[in-house]
Structure formats: C-alpha cells, structure tokens
C-alpha cells in the first residue's frame, strides 16, 4: 500500500451522477471519444508512475478546442473537477485521475499548425510529440532543444505542464527556457493566449507561471516552441573514474574552466553495470562512475572545447579518456545512459525514480548518504545524474510484489527528498511533484509559501477544480505531514543555509 | 548586517499595509523613467546589499537585491563569468533589484536567453509583509509555480525583492564584430538567415543602413565564423554593443518619444512614420516617433508583437501595451494575489493597478 494518500482537504466534493455529463457530452463527441466502460477506463488509471492508481471516473478524448471549451465549461457549471492528460508519460502521478472526476486527454489534438522558419518557431497542438517537433523541422536546419528520455512519446503539452527537462538543460535550458507561448483555456472555457511570437510580451510574465504548473491553472490547447539551429558538430568524451568524489571535482573543474557542455551526465558503479549487462555500451564495468561529456557547436569550437574537456578530465585522476570516433559511436555511448531506466527496470521487477536537485558540490556527501539510507532500508540504488545541473536521479530498485517493498522504497525516496532540500537544493528538477512529492513540498516551503502558491492557483483557476491534489499541499496536509516528520521540532543539519 | 536593512524593509512594508500607504519601491533609480508616473512613499533598497553566495563551478550567484549590478559583474569578471542577458544600466548606480523587476535584456538575448530565463530564485517581501522565497540556487527546479520569474518584469508591482539567485556563463575568450550595408528588407532576411545557421552569434542590430553582426565563443570558432559569414570589420567599433545597450549612440541622443517594440523577429518593417532602429535580430526595435501611442499599440498589436512607451513625455497615459479581455482579469488577479492591498508600485505598470 502507498503511503501517499488523497487528503480530505485537498478533495472536491461533488453529488453529480456520471450520468449527466455522459449525456452532455454525447451531444457533441463522438461515442467513442466518451470512455466510462471499467475495462476501457483501466489503460488510464496511472501515469508513468504506476505505483500510484486510480480508476478515472470518466475520460474523454476531444478534438478540438471548441469540444474542450464545451467540457470545461460543463465541469465548472457543476463543480466538477477535471485532470489534463498528455501521453501519460509523466513520472511523479501529475497526471493521475480522480475518482469523481473528468479525465481530459489532449492526445487527439496532435497536429502541427505551423513552421515558421524566417522566425524560428513552431505552433503545434499540445498532443504532438516532443520528438515529432524535430522531426518535423529538421530538413530546415532546425530542432527543438529540450529532450526528455520519454521524447518518444511523451507530448508537448505535458512538457509545458511538467517544465521538462532532458540531458540538455545546462546549455539550453528547460522547457519554460524554449517556449514562446501558449494558447490556453481557463476553467470557465475563456480562450487566453499567454506569451507572444517575440521575444517577450505585455503584462506580466504569466508564461513562466503557466510552465511548470501541473496542469492546475489553465488546459494548454496551442504551444509555440522556440527553433534553433542543429549545432554544426556534436562530439562526445567518456571518462571513467575510480572514485565518485573525482568524478565530481572533474565536473566542476569542466565549468570552473569556461565550458558549457551540451550534456554532462554521471554514472555510478551500479548504473553501469545495470547498462553494460543490458546493452553493452562499452563502459569499462569495473569503473566507480563515468562521466559522459558532450559538447557541441561549429567544428573549431567543438575541437577548441573538447581538447580542453579532455586535458581536465585527465588532471582530475580519469582511469581512462575515451572520444567516440564515429558518429555510430556517440549514438552507443548516448544510449547507454538513455537506457539506464529500462536497464535498471531488467535487475529488478520495480524502479522507483528520484529526482531531487542539489548543488554539485555536496555532491559526495549526498551519494555516501544515499548509500547509507540503501543499506539501512535493504533496497539497492543505482545513481544517474545530470552532473552538469545537479539533477540526480536515484533509482531505488525494489519488488512491489514483497510486502512491504513499496514502502520501504518510497520512504527511502522520501528522506533522499529531504536531504536534497537540506543541502539547499530541491525535491524535484525535471519531474515535477503531482502526487508523488506533495507530502515533501511541506519541507520545502514555509506555510506563507504555500499560502501564495494558493493565491496563484486562485487567480486561474477559483473554484480549484483543475488537477486538485496535487503540485501544492495545503496546510492541513503538511500540519498532518509535519506531525509525523519533524523529529524534535528540530530540522536536521540547522547550519545549512536553506534559501 | 542582513536583519537590519531586512527588518527595516519589512517593517517598512508593515506599516505601508497597515495604513494602505503605497509605496514607490527603489532602487539606484537608474531605470525611474521607466513605466507610469506613480505617487507613493519612497522604499528604498539600496541599503539592502551583498553578494550572499557564488559558486562559479556551479554557474550561480546569489546576492541582496539593492546589490550594485557593477559590484557583481566586477565579481564575475574576476572569474572569468557574466551575467549573459547582458543588463542595461542605464547608471552606475543600477542595482540587481532594479535590473530584475525591470526586466530588460540586452543584445546578446536572442541568443542566451532573457532576465527571467536566468532568474533561479528569489526572496520577497509580499503584500502582507511576509518574507517568501520561491526557486532556488539550483539550475533544475519545477517545485511549485515559477514565481521567481514571475517577478522580472513586473515592475515592482507584486512584491519587494530581496534576494535574487542568477545562473551566470562563461565570458567568451573572443568577441568580433561584422558589419554590411544593407536596406531594410534585407537586413531582416540577413538576419533571420545568420540566426538559422550553427554560428556562435551573440548579436544583430540593424541601425537603418548598417548591420552589425557580433561572434562570440572560443577563438578559432569565432575567427572562423567571421570568416565564413564575410562582412567588414573594420567600420566596427568594440565599444558599439555597449553603446547600444546603454543606449548612448546618436540615435537615442534626441529628445522625442522613445519606443520599445517587440515583435516576431522576420516581420516586415512597420508602418509607421519615424526612425528606426533594430536589435535583437529585429525582434525588438527602437522607434522614434511623434506617432499617437493608440496608433502605435495597435500596429504592434496587428504585427503580434507588443510596444512601450519606453522613454516618454506623457507618462500620465498608457506606457506599456495595454490588456485587454481574460488576460488582463488574469494580471489583475496575479497583482492581488500578491499585493492584497493594492501598495507596491501603483500604476507604474498599468492605470488600474
């Protein structure tokens, strides 16, 4: 059983019968775009975290923008509350349905509205795939930057409302970095375009609000993704290490010096072996970590950079430098740490992903404290990191089919969680917090911080009947949560600064 | 030292809340032609100083917002560092506080990215005069509403800042400038064009007869790339962005309406009368104009883009793009969730709040 649960306060209650928006609803979608048959409900009960159930109480898959104004529009007449849904890809249950209410798939909305190469953007729908964008303009010279391991499937307008990351962010930022606008609809079905075709626009910058927000202030119904130029060159350097703490001290040697690598990823001893034994992407196994250091650019930069990438690493005690020759054997290094999830997901029945952020320079004490917090739960870890940005990755390896697994697994992710926060990082970079993080939002935030998290929810959206449950915890949850947590009324490590 | 400006801020803000007092927050005062004129009790932040925290091997800083910006690029020079949206100061005396909550970016935008693209976290002083901090001093962060961000731009109209935390690059090894002579039209596919390739650009402004074109990066890669691209280097003056950014040159000498412009980069040239000048790849374009401002707005408008009245003679009327419709509930909304009171900064954005 998990131990996050709904809570009362964060619930909308509501004594509409399923019936009456089954009948509205037929009156302008089709049949088969109503799913609220238990069997055609089931494929939509999770997300990417599967851990985490619910059997939505209706699902509908519209067309148009006019369709989802008409659902919305219902739904806020009756007081019923409504979950966006993208590809489902997510992986901390921002997309998790309710019990009681309308589940809103966005996936049929997937066309591309326009290229426009002279300004370098495209508007597209927000069930077109992340890595159907750069499909789409890569005969014009053109990508789209933020690339999250799930950009296969997962869709533009779950990558607004998660605020994506990928491997890419330390030199092109995340999705709110590489989003001009988006076309929304409020709660009551008012169309508002949010963001401008330039550069920046009138008002207030309600567009860095709109990314990120879990789907709890606005349905995104258009996006506008910014354009850049395919880099000339990409090449990439695989150094191995014979301890983690080096690996790190070559990381920030690598930015101390000027450089700003397209990808900087680290592996520990466990996420290696999990990926040679999958893939074989000829890592040396025997290695504590390896670093992955792609840089990109024109050809001169790309030579001027890795040169430099290349003598540090050596200075920083590298067992063995290694520069993929051939573009084949980029690709194999690069799907190497692609694959770390599934490899991982093959040594054991049950993944549990983390996602907390720390700086990198308590790098070492936060990997000896994981390793600590393994052996006292008895569940292995293996580590995968954006180096670069101090986005760690922990995959908490466990069985949900032994009692008490799960468990043990979510409260060894829990106190990660905590220690990210306490070295003055974060409990989530890239992944976002539905459902999964809600409870450690309360050790992240004061109370007058989530208090103004509710006041920003209340300006979109004042009858809080988008996504409720997730993202931001009340106060009465966290007073419950706090009640269990704190020890002592004391937080661990008070010297640190918590900024 | 921190309690004390901190305290006095906050207390200051108390009281301002208590009475419904508004407050006129401050600076260096070097960007007080920005925006609507605006009544209100003087809040100054200057006092507020300090770089709290920087980790060049971590690309952040952090420092107190009255912090001066000129103390803080000096600190990142040291270590080879920038800020690389590249503030305007518009005075020495230009503080972090003031740069963020003005928001403006200077040539090197189009290619690094924005204020707010660097803004990581913050520290304020809201509307009922509480300390909150959102965002951190990671580069990764989507706990909770991006409401660090939020603040760039806004004017000071939702809160005091206190603390801002920036992601910093590199400083390039080599910088060189590039100029051809072209028309208008042509300038603006000359643009779109260099923008499309993979080439270390870090700034295109157009004047009205010349483009110039800056390479930044690692030296060979910039060489080469001023090479390839071809131009002339010799009419380029080092000392031009700088100029441009602190808008120094003759063009922004005259004593008439400015406006600021922003527009989809590749739109044709506007129809509207006055003189021209473009930056940012011609995304934002500076226009001399006696032009009436609704004329203005809704040109900018038409073409998707947005105008300020950036430096003006009537700022009594609207100064920034007016909002209508939902959109302008929303800033409404936003303004009063976090300025209940209605305190900070009244009109400077807009005349209603």
Redesign the interface.
Known sequence: MITIQPHASETIRHQIDRMVLIKEFKTFLPQASIIFEKEALKPFECDGLSAYRCLPWLVVLPETIEQIQRIVRFCYQLDVPVVARGAGTGLAGGAMPLANGVLLSLAKLNRMLEIDIANRLAVVQPGVRNLAISQAVAPFGLYYAPDPSSQIACTIGGNVAENSGGVHCLKYGLTTHNILRVKMLTMDGELVTIGSHGLDSAGLDLLALMVGSEGMLGIIVEVTVKLLPIPEKAKVVLAAFDDIEKAGQAVAEIIAAGLIPAGLEMMDKAAIQAVEDFIHAGYPKNAEAILLCELDGTRQQVEEELDKAVALLTDSGAVEVKIAQSEHERQKMWAGRKSAFPAAGRMSPDYYCMDGTIPRRFLAEMLKNISGLSEKYGLAVANVFHAGDGNLHPLILYNANHEGELEKAEQLGGEILKLSVELGGTITGEHGVGVEKINHMCIQFADNELTQFHAVKSAFDEKGLLNPGKAVPTLHRCAEFGAMHVHHGEVAHPELDRF | MQETTEAILQQAVRHAVDTKTPVNITGGNSKAFLGRELDGVPLSTCAHQGI??Y??????I?ARAGTLLSAMEQTLAE???MLAFEPPYFADTATLGGTIAC?LSGPR??FT??A??FVL?C?LI?G?A?I???G????????????A??M???MG??GVLL?V?LKV???P?LELTSCFELEPSDAI?KM?AL??????VSGLSYDGRILYVRLS?????V???ADKIGGDAAIADRSFWRQLNEQHLDFFQEDMNLWRI?????TAQLDLAGTWFYD?CG??RWLKSDEPAQRIFAAAEKA???A?LFKGKDRRGDV????T????Q??R??????DPAGIFNPNR??RDW
Not at chain 2, 195 to 200: I, Q, Y
Not at chain 2, 320 to 323: E, N, V, Y
């Open positions: 709290l925290n980790h060049p091997s971590e690309l952040i952090t270590h080879g560092q928001g935008r189009p990215g924005s707010r693209d976290g520290k809201n009922k509480e909150v901090s959102f951190g001093e990671v580069i990764k962060n989507v706990a909770g509403y991006d409401v961000r939020l760039a731009g806004a109209t939702l603390e935390s690059l590199p400083l090894i596919s779109a923008a499309s390739r993979s080439l270390p990066g690692s030296e060979k890669a060489k080469v790339s922003v527009v989809p980069p590749a940012w995304g934002l998707q883009g947005h300020d920034f793009q007016p909002l419709g939902t959109l302008q929303l800033n909304n936003i303004k009063r969730a976090f954005l807009y």
